[in-house]
């Protein structure tokens, strides 16, 4: 038995059986590379979904591990910790919010964005509004909340009713939807600028405007989920600065410790009097080791200008990428993205083309059936992206 098959059947007798795993297994990494059981490398356009943003196993970022597991790793959130509160004054420069709420987790800080949007109209604003409105396609989690609040049907909601009321989900763009499903009961509207899971699709800017307008108009809320998009990724600290707009919640996760488990939720100094002692938690969120790594991520990508880097290799790809559809017009549909938040549309099934990129040392992800989607380390270099294409344009040409 090899050491893949050995280590499949350790996974599959003694692990839930939850994930629809690549028939790949990771032995170690660096920078965009990843390494199996037998020594094959492959080039990483996935980065553990939008996490590794600075590359994996970076030196800078393992020293500044070590030597904080030596001072403090977690006493929980009853002290005050340097580590914290440093971290902190960083990322709030990085926007308009006025004040963060540290956790370990995208669902997390997502459900802490959700009750804090209830719980600031109840006890701010004395509004019984409890209702969250999300767009049909969005993905926010998977806790019982997080995944009611998700605009996806199927496999990922099935079995686990009675799901909680309080959400509804409209039509994204359709600005028509969203101000007929606004009521009296409505808290706030979570929207992710550019949606991941539902296939890597901005919204239109012209349509945000209208969303944020209407959000005030209406006097709810506007929550912003920069989970997957936040970070750099998208070409700018966060999806939302391309539309010139300021949610009053917004949160963050996967990349803010570039591997470590943490989440954050913000909001403006306003909205944040809606928690007080005692009405929201977490035992392991902004602990000491986390909140230093994040910290040096914080510092990496200002001082590296890790943004300006995404936005200038997404423009590029997505030039080069062009091509396809002319050279592959019965296949290739469209690229869309911004930043390095990356997919190509196909017109066909794309899961035999999928397989073949990953045997021939692709590692990225397909949604819906039709869609690649990559999410690459932001440190990437350009070559390897153009490798990626040139390997897929002799994909679609035997195919």
Known sequence: MSKHDNLVKKVNNNICNTYGRYPVSISKAKGARLYDLDGNEYIDL?????????????????KVMAEQSQKLVQVSNLFYQEEQAELAEKLLKTSDAGKVFFCNSGAEANEAAIKLARRYMRKVKNKEAYEIITLQGSFHGRTLATLTATGQDGLIKEGFGPLPEGFKSVPA?????????????????????IQGEGGIRPLAPEYVTVLAALAKEKDVLLIADEVQSGLCRSGKWWAF?????????FTSAKSLANGLPMGAM?????????????????????????????SKVVDIMNDEKIAERAAKLGEQFKKEAAELITRHPDKVETVRGLGLMLGIQLKIDGSSIFAALRDKGFILNLTKGTILRLLPPLTIDFEDLRTFLKTLDGILSEN
């Open 46 to 62: 996935l980065s553990g979904i939008s996490v590794a943003n600075l590359g994996h196993c970076r030196e800078d970022l393992a």
């Open 173 to 193: 763009g359709d600005i028509e939807a969203m101000r007929n499903a606004i009521s009296d009961k409505t808290a706030a509207i979570m929207v992710e600028m």
């Open 241 to 249: 600065q391309h539309y010139g707009i300021t949610p009053d919640i």
């Open 266 to 294: 913000f909001a403006t100094d306003t909205v944040a009097t809606g928690f007080e002692p005692g009405s929201h938690a977490t035992t392991f969120g902004g602990g000491a080791l986390v909140s230093k790594v994040a």
